[in-house]
């Protein structure tokens, strides 16, 4: 069983940065891909990005420009960089790895809440 630990959410003002982790307890990252959802209070959950086992990535509209994923598998790490960063980016952000599973990816973190506001 892989475990995802999501860390460096916070509080941070519309136009701010801040890079999530994502800590997997096994070496997942080189064997499968991993996306990242977030889940604003009383929406649902919406994908942000992936980033495929070949290396290729790919982003929702909404944070294209904005937000950029990367990985780093000699330490079992993910990472999602967020600048420009605006209220509508308000939610709890997901790492969510492994082999597909239906419409999702099979393991998930437990989350990191990311409020923008001034």
């Known amino acids: 069983q892989v475990q995802l630990v999501e860390s460096g959410g916070g509080l941070v003002q519309p136009g701010g940065s801040l890079t999530l982790s994502c800590a997997a307890s096994g070496n997942i990252f080189s064997r499968y891909g991993m996306a990242w959802y977030r889940q604003a209070p009383g929406r649902q959950r919406e994908w942000v990005a992936s980033l495929a086992s070949g290396g290729a990535y790919n982003y929702a509209g909404a944070v294209q420009g904005r937000f950029s994923v990367s990985r780093d598998t000699a330490k079992n790490m993910a990472y999602l960089q967020m600048n420009n960063l605006k209220p509508d980016d308000t939610a709890v952000y997901y790492c969510?790895?492994?082999?597909?599973?239906?419409?999702?990816?099979?393991?998930w973190g437990q989350g990191t809440q990311v409020t923008v506001s001034s």
């Open positions: 969510n790895a492994g082999q597909v599973v239906g419409e999702y990816r099979k393991y």
